[in-house]
């Protein structure tokens, strides 16, 4: 974690540097807006596992204030339904974890459906809620992987930090190479330079945190790095097919840089369930 610190604070000196006596630009605040990230991130670790329901609550309340903002209908109607989503997969998750990955799951399959057959913009923003509380019901429940709390807690971290570099290496290969886009239409910065240079620092970042923390062996590292970093680039592009459908650049303005919370964590919504899947089916 101060190795990481330690990257941000030379990545922050070298675009200080770059700009010099200019204004500040995208790459600055998105770059220092990493030091509001970081320290919540850390903070949830640091006091896992309470630290990490925590943090999984906040997302999910920050996710629907942002969502409320686009939402066609009475206020108080959304947010006794955020409630009750809430309450049902903490249920279903307090009887069996699984139960609750299943019910996430379920509702997830049925707003999808709602929106190919009939697409209405309500439908498409519950769909997001209910993605995002599925998501962080898969954060919440990672201490009830069969492994000792320390193991459970490396996991959290590799999946947290390899997101999160995933996403930078994408961004910064696609500014520097990108030249042959992969979705215009939905996102017209997506690059197949962009995805390529995400995969190969997830691989490098996957195999150096995994074999450092004693994760798994060499060929795991390697299979979970590639679909970890594949999962974080649909999560990505999935969300901006979203905003794109209701017409805004961003779910809104909470991190500059960055956009909203969704914005941040979309990757994770597709990376979470997906380690935590692989994790349960080989062990």
């Known amino acids: 974690m101060l190795a990481l610190y330690a990257l941000l604070a030379v990545a922050s000196l070298s675009v200080r540097l770059a700009r010099g006596n200019k204004a500040p630009n995208t790459l600055s605040h998105q770059v220092n807006a990493w030091w509001r990230i970081f320290p919540v991130v850390s903070l949830s670790l640091l006091t896992y ?41 903490a249920w279903a998750s307090w009887q069996s974890p699984s139960t609750g990955l299943l019910l996430a799951f379920a509702l997830v399959v049925i707003q999808a459906l709602q ?92 195999m150096a945190i995994g074999t450092y923390l004693s994760l798994a062996n060499p060929l795991t590292l390697v299979v979970f790095a590639l679909l970890l970093s594949l999962a974080g680039f649909t999560g990505d592009l999935t969300f901006s097919a979203a905003k794109r459908r209701l017409g805004i650049k961003d779910f809104s303005t909470l991190i500059p840089g960055h956009g909203g919370i969704l914005d941040r964590v979309d990757s994770l919504v597709f990376t979470a369930p997906l380690l935590y899947c692989l994790l349960r089916i080989t062990h």
Request: glycine share 6%; net charge positive.
């Open 49 to 89: 596992p309470l630290g990490l329901l925590a943090l999984a609550c906040l997302v999910y309340l920050l996710a629907a204030i942002e969502l409320d903002a686009y939402h066609d209908g009475r206020r108080l109607h959304f947010w006794r339904a955020i409630a009750v989503v809430a309450a049902s997969l």
């Open 115 to 206: 929106c190919l057959a009939n697409f209405n913009r309500n439908a498409l923003i519950w769909l997001l809620v209910v993605a995002t509380a599925g998501a962080m019901l898969v954060i919440a429940a990672f201490p009830s992987l069969p492994f000792s709390a320390r193991t459970n807690l490396a996991w959290l971290f590799y999946l947290f930090i390899l997101t999160a570099l995933n996403d930078i290496a994408q961004f910064v290969a696609g500014k520097l190479f990108g030249k042959h886009k992969i979705a215009p239409t939905i996102s017209p910065n997506k690059t197949w330079q962009g995805l390529f240079g995400g995969i190969a620092v997830s691989q490098l970042v996957g």
